[in-house]
């Protein structure tokens, strides 16, 4: 048998390991092999080294695959992801509109509800106790419309902000109110009970202690009467008789209490608590004790507590006389220091008294 | 118990599929698996990339355990992946150091699997990586001559076509030239 070339010899294992051989040519490769030692190691080489190629070529072949899949995994994962990214992207105006409208609309909501001037209104319990004639200025003006729709006859009505009440201190004019009444005034007058009114200067203010020192300057004015009361300068005590005259409306209002407490609104040492019933109006009123001594100014209410207004002390008032530049008075200021009222009844005390106290009407 | 038996046979559906090189098996596995181990990787100091070479990795591992003689699985596919990538995750945060201890195991007989599996792996990546670079160092046409031959049976006449040389003869020549290249590529390394 002659030997084969290394050509053949592969060729014949191929086909035998393909099994591509007729039986007769496999017994012959097999004798063949038998016959040479040397080839048959060489066989079982090509055979190993074969099958080692497959499998290789089959890892290679699932590993292109595992990484394909690996990248084909990833990316879907990461483009959901980026879905929602790109989502986002798109609605981000209409996001940003809904937001400005859902802003806009609550705070123009909040805003024509007077959510902000509540708001304003209750930061403070306190109110001061001035008449807003913002209501009966506007009843006013229909009547004015009424009226001149019958008659063409002008009625020159000016228009009246505030009305609130003061008293005199000295007998040539002087007269006192709150500073709250009279903020921001164009013109001050004051009108006593019999209906006659006079134009009035504001001589001196004391926000702090919401005091206003007014002179009545007008023409018409007379000197009035010494003035009955007198001002005590002391503290009164709790429990005190004591009664006010004040015009929460257009006619002088009396009321009558006790003084309840020695201290004012969040304890104001300057003012006193009073149980007297006041309304807008009574604001710059005089407090009188039961001998016809003024011991306060109305000045507020504490809303929502029953029978708590406040008054402002005479101490209070008489420091503020006292401060006073001198080039601003016309003529000293004197208290006047004799009581006319302390023996009478209380009813002519009123009486008596009603000359001096006014209406304030701010414009 | 119905759920137990399904999941069984998904498993085997994916051995099967990974013997045959079925992709859609791969993406299963994937689907089902990469999730949990990708979190044991990210939360023991691996990063997102490092989790996706990891479970490559221990596909690899299974690949070789399942075409390499029979291989029966004895815990869920789950249980052995995840013994496998965690073999490998920690012998990559030790960079091989060994501080890995076998006393550290949790689960005998799954970590016993895994260890067995990870160091047939390796055996094997030595021996087929020398194929593996000589396949890639070969070049064409004589890697397609091989492959058509070898893995895909074709006959003699049909590659002499392919490839449009004069006759068999001339075909059978170039194989064997390429086969003897393959061959001194092999066994040079």
């Not at chain 1, 015009?247 to 040492?269: C, H, I, K, N």
Request: net charge neutral; glycine share 6%; with cysteine.
């Amino acid at each position: 048998m002659r030997k084969l070339n290394q050509q053949e010899f592969i060729e014949w294992a191929d086909a035998y390991l393909r099994g591509e051989l007729s039986d007769e040519q496999r017994v012959w490769f097999e004798g063949y092999c038998k016959e040479h030692p040397d080839e048959a190691t060489k066989f079982e080489e090509h055979a190993a080294f074969l099958s080692t190629f497959k499998a290789a070529e089959a890892r290679l072949d699932f590993k292109k695959s595992l990484s394909e899949t690996a990248h084909h995994y990833h990316t879907t994962h990461r483009t959901e992801r980026t879905r929602v990214v790109s989502l986002w992207d798109r609605l981000k105006l209409n996001a940003a509109v809904a937001a400005a409208i859902a802003i806009v609309s609550v705070f123009s909501t909040l805003w024509l509800t007077g959510y902000y001037s509540n708001l304003r209104k209750t930061t403070s319990d306190y109110s001061a106790l001035r008449r807003d004639m913002n209501t009966v200025k506007r009843n006013v003006n229909a009547h004015n419309a009424a009226i001149k729709s019958i008659s063409s006859h002008k009625d020159n009505v000016e228009t009246m902000h505030y009305g609130a009440t003061g008293f005199m201190i000295t007998k040539n004019g002087y007269v006192v109110t709150n500073y709250h009444v009279i903020t921001g005034a164009d013109s001050v007058h004051l009108q006593n009970h019999k209906g006659q009114s006079f134009k009035a200067d504001i001589i001196f203010t004391n926000p702090e202690k919401d005091l206003a020192i007014l002179r009545i300057n007008d023409s018409t004015f007379r000197s009035l009467k010494n003035i009955p009361y007198t001002f005590k300068k002391q503290d009164s005590d709790l429990g005190e008789d004591i009664y006010t005259i004040g015009f929460p409306r257009d006619e002088a209002v009396y009321g009558q209490g006790y003084l309840s407490s020695a201290t004012g609104y969040a304890g104001d040492t300057l003012a006193y608590q009073i149980s007297i019933p006041v309304n807008p109006g009574n604001s710059g009123g005089p407090v009188l004790d039961k001998d016809g001594n003024v011991i306060g100014i109305i000045s507020g209410k504490q809303k929502g507590i029953d029978g708590a207004a406040f008054a402002i002390k005479t101490k209070a008032l008489l420091e503020t006389l006292n401060s006073i530049p001198a080039d601003s008075l016309q003529g000293n200021i004197v208290l006047s220091n004799k009581n006319s009222l302390s023996a009478l009844p209380r009813t002519d005390q009123i009486k008596k008294l009603q000359d001096y106290i006014y209406i304030v009407k701010v414009y | 118990m119905s759920k137990e038996k399904s999941d069984s046979n998904v498993d085997l559906d994916i051995i099967h599929g990974l013997a045959s090189g079925d992709n859609l098996a791969i993406m299963k596995l994937y689907k089902l698996y990469f999730p949990p181990i990708a979190k044991m990787v990210i939360n023991n100091q691996g990063s997102k990339e490092e989790a996706q070479d990891i479970f490559q990795e221990t596909v690899m591992v299974l690949y070789d355990r399942v075409t390499n003689s029979n291989f029966e699985l004895q815990s869920k596919l789950q249980t052995f992946l995840y013994a496998v990538s965690k073999r490998l995750w920690l012998k990559q945060l030790t960079r091989g150091e060994s501080k890995y201890h076998k006393d550290q195991i949790d689960n005998h007989e799954d970590y016993l699997a895994a260890e067995e599996a990870v160091e047939n792996h390796e055996i094997v990546e030595a021996n087929l990586l020398h194929m593996e670079e000589a396949l890639v160092g070969l070049g064409e046409p004589c890697k397609t001559i091989l492959y058509d031959f070898y893995i895909k049976n074709r006959s003699m006449a049909d590659i002499c076509e392919k490839f449009g040389y004069t006759n068999t003869d001339n075909a059978k020549t170039q194989k064997y030239k390429c086969l003897q290249r393959l061959k001194k590529l092999f066994f040079k390394k």
